[in-house]
């Protein structure tokens, strides 16, 4: 099954999880223009839509986004433009001073089986880090702090067993077991 995503970290944790399903994911790298909605499994669902038009066959794709609860939910939906912009130094700048370091991580895969679109859920509770910590991972993990380590000092593997890709990819391949293959 096709992965339509332009980012390649994305891609990589996904195939692993699902070659423990066996399941085989093939990488579609395409960069598409996301539609406005208001909440990430809109625009995941909307996406999914716009390019059924395009792609022939099954596939999936996957929208996520990092949510701050000083910052009432930002960069929330807009998590992927204010990365390749303001990046983890703006957000570690925004969150300066702030006591209130609480944030969580949701992905929403949205999968069209050539006929309709179904949509999965994830999400995994963290803290905002006082600075960037790590190397591994991409996107927002060095600042993102689960227990005591930031996304970005775990190893793939131990990132795929808490995070909120996991999650929503889990609850997709479960469905998938059940309901096609
Ligand atoms: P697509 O082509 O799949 O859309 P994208 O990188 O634009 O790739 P999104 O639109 O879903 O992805 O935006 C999500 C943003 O949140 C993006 O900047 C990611 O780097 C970041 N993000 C998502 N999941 C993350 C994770 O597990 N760790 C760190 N950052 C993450
Ligand atoms: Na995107």
Redesign the pocket.
Known sequence: MYFI???EG?FREVREMASKYGIEIEWLKM?YI?PQGSSLEEIARLSAEMLAEKVEGEFV??????FVEALKGFPGPY??YV?KTIGNEGILKLMEGVENRKAY?M?VVAYFDGKEVRTFTGKVEGEISREMRGTQ?????PI?LYGNKT?AEMATEEKNQV???RKAFEEFFRWLKENKI
Do not use: P, V
């Open positions: 995503t332009s980012n994305k960069e996301e794709i996957e929208d996520s986004g990092l998590s992927s990365f991580f992905a991972g991409f996107g927002y993990d993102f996304f995070s909120h890709r």
